[in-house]
């Protein structure tokens, strides 16, 4: 049960600090009430390392099974003990285990899910309240299924197009570690009281470094990824730093079509299911996975509720393609909104899986030429010294 602290006003005007625990937020402001007291600010307790936070293809899964049994005639009760009963991750099947308890005693299942709303997606816990209330959870559930596989499918590729370069990134550094540490300074021995061009010098300069300090090199590399990712939990820098990918020259275009693709699926899950479009577009920020995206949904929601039109409203978001707004206009004129989201999602899903692909053909020949300059600069060091000494031999 999550644990909430607090900043209050007693009767007496006087500040009042403390902590409960709660079911949800709803619950939590009952117990502050019955308190009588003025809620001022409060706090969720993050109880880190406890919550196991369900990844995209489990998402998935979870929905296909439980939309399957559904529409199989199977109650709710009932497949969530079928569920816990499967051979799956121990985190999972904790998470399978309370929400069967939950429903057991009386909840509904995305009010158990609220209960672990760490561990499942915003997005799911509000699709399956939604579908809830219209009847249709069968209906949200596959639905579900498809979204997150696809969703599982782009982190996939995303994920590949990253770890091709930094696989080849890391095994290009312990090859010239090596060749650095243990080949080349057997070889510059032979080169004593010979003058050497400045390229020699220079990787004889990088070996005596490396073989006398290699132990700082590789703290200093742990220290910048360290530092790197508290940065990032900087907000401002982490505000900076997502802007800065953006504006890159060709990744900056390519991430756009997969942030744009990320956000017209989502919008177009929740609001085909009859979730109103405020909710749809706070909810649908929130996984598009860039911070300076997200900081600007609160004009895009705030111009929205003030009765501007969406299209016009998100045209103003600075890093989405631009076709997205065009469409959006389209449905809009035609009265076809949802349809169009439909579409309109799926074309982006298409380019975004496009774009992927040519990310990894982009890194490809960048770390192919990138590893060809560094073997080719050893080399180079290496051949001219050999070169001057057959000359030397030659003219004896």
Known sequence: MPKYTYTAINLENKKAKGAVEARDYDDFRKLMRAQNVVLV??????EKGLVYRMKANEASDFSRQLGSMLGSGITVIRALEILKGRDAKPQLLSIYEKLHKDVQQGLTLSEAMRLQERSFPQLLINMYASGETSGQLEQVANKMAVHYEKEHRLNGKVK??????????????????????????????ILEGI?????????????????KYWYAVIIGILILIFIYRRLHDIEKVALRMDRFKLRLAVVGKLLRTIYTARFA????????????????LEVSSTIVGNKFIEKQFSEVIKDVRNGEPLSAAVEKVDGFDGKLSATILIGEESGRLDSMLVSTAESFD???????????????????????????????????????????????
């Open 41 to 46: 600010k409060y706090a969720v307790v993050e």
């Open 160 to 189: 590949t197009a990253t770890t091709y370069p930094a696989i080849l990134f890391t095994v290009t550094v312990i090859v010239v570690m090596l060749i650095f540490t243990v080949v080349l300074p057997q070889f510059f021995q």
């Open 195 to 211: 003058e050497l061009p400045l390229i020699t010098r220079v990787m004889i300069a990088i070996s005596t470094f490396l073989q």
């Open 265 to 280: 699926r989502t919008l177009s899950s929740l609001y085909s299911s009859g979730i109103s479009m405020i909710t749809a």
């Open 350 to 396: 298409y380019e975004a899986e496009v774009a992927t692909g040519r990310l990894v053909q982009l890194i490809e020949p960048v770390m192919i030429v990138f590893l060809a300059v560094v073997i080719g600069s050893i080399m180079l060091s290496v051949m001219l010294p050999i070169m001057t000494l057959y000359q030397n031999v030659g003219n004896l």
